[in-house]
């Protein structure tokens, strides 16, 4: 038996063993539990009725056939989140090689990717554009126990501007790839349509491009993309729906328009400047800056495929956007985990912590920033924290990450909803 099957099965075991404990009461019986909070360690069990955090307490209480777990040397705190990840996909796939793709494929990679981020400790993630809302599928079958991975928030397709980041640009014209496709939008009534055909399908919420990106052909990442008309428009259609919106923006000059536009999010950030950065804290603004993808980007670029003109583009916005991390965190800007893993190997999402805390955060705010600050983002009020009445999603790792927070690589313990997933 190869080891990978023995792992699959190991897995399999597990989640059928938890399946058919799912009415068993569970009492977790760990090191000491993170207050995320605080910042406290605590000394407490946790106990879990019906995947719900029932108390955490000191005291033996009386908890009726409850299965004991031992949790020796763990320290336990809430399951991690990441604001902005594509599981739809083989990320192999760079440059523009993913065109070739099938929706079917990618959906096939999108069950094994959602599956290694859960397993990496990632308990909910926010996925933030995706192709024939695949997405939505994929959010599905999770929550119907088809297939592993985390509870999940799917925008459906990115929006774009024609030529726009998320457009397929420089192909040659021919009437196929000048179709009509309903994200690619140019004007207020469209933006608005679109936001209702993505809500139509399943999607969450709603991702746009506000400026151009590195990994799209032709694009300026400091253009401005989408005029404030068409993203004012886009805002509202989606709030009026209680979607809320993702803006990716580099650029300062879209990051500033879309933050008027009065989006939730803005993503990368990677040019704002401390006006801005004022501007999105008065307007409550969330910033998820994916600080670690560059290294990826530039260290692994050329081998893997990623185009030549993404990594000039790289170049010059690694560095800055880290710069700017630093800034928009010291003056107490909202700062949300997200990662843009896709890019990179799903389940690698947690080595972006050491970047935050290397460019000027606590160990604790980091792990706020994937926790309490991106529940609050994504408007759910049940995760993030481990506390009464909230989803027993619970991750544990030997050690503890406000010393060292590399630790939170290699998370030794999963549970989501009360099963446990990584034991
Ligand atoms: N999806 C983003 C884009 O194409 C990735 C940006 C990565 N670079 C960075 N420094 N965060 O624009």
């Known amino acids: ?77 809430p399951g991690l989140m990441d604001a902005h990840v594509h599981l739809i996909g083989n990320n192999e796939l760079h440059g523009y090689q993913s065109m070739s793709e099938s929706s079917q494929m990618a959906t096939i990679y999108g069950v094994k990717n959602a599956k290694s981020t859960l397993l990496a400790g990632f308990t909910t993630v926010r996925n933030v554009g995706a192709g024939h809302f695949a997405d939505v599928a994929l959010r599905d079958a999770i929550k119907q126990g088809v297939v592993l991975g985390p509870t999940m928030l799917v925008s459906g397709p990115s929006l774009s501007i024609s030529g726009g980041h998320g457009d397929n640009n420089l192909l040659p014209f021919s009437s196929d790839n000048h179709s009509h496709k309903h994200n690619i939008v140019d004007n207020p009534w469209d933006a608005r349509k679109a936001v209702r055909i993505n809500r139509k399908y399943g999607a969450d919420l709603i991702k746009f491009t506000a400026t151009g990106g590195v990994m799209s052909k032709n694009t300026d990442v400091n253009a401005k993309q989408f005029t404030y008309d068409e993203m004012k428009a886009l805002v509202d259609e989606a709030h009026s729906h209680g979607m809320k919106v993702a803006a990716h923006a580099h650029g300062l000059k879209g990051i500033k328009v879309a933050i008027m536009a009065g989006v939730d999010s803005i993503e990368h950030s990677s040019y704002i400047d401390k006006d801005t950065i004022q501007l999105a804290i008065d307007k409550g603004t969330y910033l998820s800056m994916d600080i670690y993808v560059s290294d990826y980007i530039l260290g692994e670029g050329s081998k893997k495929g990623i185009l030549e003109e993404s990594l000039v583009k790289e170049r010059k916005v690694g560095k800055l956007q880290r710069e700017n991390f630093k800034a928009a965190n010291s003056m107490g800007a909202n700062m949300v985990f997200g990662t843009d893993a896709g890019i990179y190997p799903h389940g690698d999402n947690a080595k972006q912590f050491k970047y935050m805390v290397q460019w000027g955060m606590t160990p604790l705010e980091a792990i706020q920033a994937s926790t309490i600050n991106t529940a609050q983002l994504f408007g759910l009020s049940d995760v993030g924290e481990l506390k009464e009445g909230f989803k027993a999603d619970i991750v544990g790792i030997r050690g503890n990450p406000l010393k060292q927070i590399d630790l939170l690589e290699d998370v030794v313990f999963v549970m989501k909803e009360g099963l446990i997933y990584k034991d």
């Open 1 to 77: 038996m190869s080891n990978l099957f023995l792992k699959h099965f190991f897995y399999i075991v597990l989640v059928i063993f938890s399946n058919l404990s799912i009415s068993e009461n569970l009492i977790l019986v760990p090191e000491n539990i993170l207050d995320v909070r605080s910042g406290k360690l605590i000394k407490a069990k946790v106990y879990i009725e019906d995947g719900i955090i029932k108390s955490i307490s000191q005291d033996e209480e009386e908890f009726k056939t409850a299965k004991i777990i031992e949790l020796s040397g763990i320290t336990l705190m």
